[in-house]
């Protein structure tokens, strides 16, 4: 059906659900973008399976990963405003390596992507930072344009294990450069990052190490306060998410 025809939107493409007060897609939406698949999505197959009702709490697990799945799923809800537009605020997960970051990451943008059509895209930091690296070698396969434009123009950009390469500084300019954009263009970005969001360097602090400082240039750090809300998933109880995580695959 043609947007322009529709009867229930009017051809807005989204309806506000006086029940519960929230805008969603209408029907004439998702036959627009049927063959939009998670496939599109660019997740790795090992991920593609992840979703938040899969996202395993049982066992001796703290009340932070209940919280973190809870905030998803307000998330993913409140994600089309009642204008239509969608949500221009991401998240950032951060906690050390097999709490379920990326799980809870890859699940909000399939969420997404389904409930709303929306287009995404999922990249892995280390393999951006050396796709990057590689458009400045003077025989490129591709320029940095056409690596970087799916990245810009995605409506929902995951962006995996932030700060787990430190890149170099043409790499780090270009990368505030996506990363900027994408917040001018109120688009929203996901991250993961096994730092926190510190951008003052402390040698002092037994904590440095767990920090972005030094890793990703500061005025990124900063901008990430201001484009994405922190979900924590770092508490020593929750170890054991690990274990169940990984059963369901
Ligand atoms: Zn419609």
Same mark, same amino acid.
């Given at each position: 059906?043609?947007? $322009?025809?529709? /009867?229930?939107?009017?051809?807005? %493409?989204?309806? !506000? &659900?006086?029940?519960?007060?929230? *805008?969603?897609?209408?029907?004439?939406?998702?036959?627009?973008?049927?063959?939009?698949?998670?496939?599109?999505?660019?997740?790795?197959?090992?991920?593609?399976?992840?979703?938040?009702?899969?996202?395993?709490?049982?066992?001796?697990?703290?009340?932070?990963?209940?919280?973190?799945?809870?905030?998803?799923?307000?998330?993913?809800?409140?994600?089309?405003?009642?204008?239509?537009?969608?949500?221009?605020?991401?998240?950032?997960?951060?906690?050390?390596?097999?709490?379920?970051?990326?799980?809870?990451?890859?699940?909000?943008?399939? $969420?997404?992507? /389904?409930?709303?059509?929306?287009? %995404?895209?999922? !990249? &892995?930091?280390?393999?951006?930072? *050396?796709?990057?690296?590689?458009?400045?070698?003077?025989?490129?396969?591709?320029?940095?344009?056409?690596?970087?434009?799916?990245?810009?123009?995605?409506?929902?950009?995951?962006?995996?294990?932030?700060?787990?390469?430190?890149?170099?500084?043409?790499?780090?300019?270009?990368?505030?450069?996506?990363?900027?954009?994408?917040?001018?263009?109120?688009?929203?970005?996901?991250?993961?990052?096994?730092?926190?969001?510190?951008?003052?360097?402390?040698?002092?602090?037994?904590?440095?190490?767990?920090?972005?400082?030094?890793?990703?240039?500061?005025?990124?750090?900063?901008?990430?306060?201001?484009?994405?809300?922190?979900?924590?998933?770092?508490?020593?109880?929750?170890?054991?998410?690990?274990?169940?995580?990984?059963?369901?695959?």
């Amino acid at each position: 059906m043609n947007g $322009e025809d529709c /009867e229930f939107c009017q051809g807005r %493409g989204w309806i !506000v &659900d006086l029940a519960t007060n929230r *805008a969603r897609r209408c029907t004439c939406h998702a036959s627009r973008v049927r063959g939009r698949r998670v496939d599109d999505l660019g997740i790795p197959p090992k991920y593609q399976g992840c979703r938040l009702t899969n996202f395993r709490l049982a066992g001796d697990v703290g009340d932070q990963l209940l919280t973190a799945r809870r905030d998803c799923d307000q998330y993913i809800e409140e994600f089309m405003e009642l204008d239509g537009s969608l949500n221009e605020a991401g998240l950032v997960f951060i906690g050390p390596s097999g709490r379920g970051k990326t799980h809870l990451a890859v699940a909000v943008l399939i $969420e997404l992507a /389904e409930q709303y059509g929306v287009g %995404g895209r999922f !990249v &892995d930091f280390t393999s951006l930072v *050396a796709d990057i690296q590689a458009t400045f070698q003077p025989d490129a396969p591709r320029n940095q344009a056409d690596l970087l434009r799916p990245l810009q123009e995605a409506e929902v950009v995951v962006v995996d294990e932030l700060g787990a390469r430190r890149p170099s500084p043409f790499v780090s300019d270009t990368l505030y450069l996506l990363i900027n954009g994408r917040y001018m263009a109120r688009r929203p970005t996901l991250f993961t990052s096994n730092y926190y969001l510190t951008s003052e360097a402390d040698d002092d602090s037994a904590d440095a190490a767990r920090n972005l400082a030094g890793r990703v240039p500061a005025s990124l750090i900063s901008r990430l306060h201001q484009m994405a809300k922190p979900i924590l998933i770092d508490a020593v109880g929750d170890y054991r998410h690990e274990l169940q995580a990984h059963q369901h695959r």
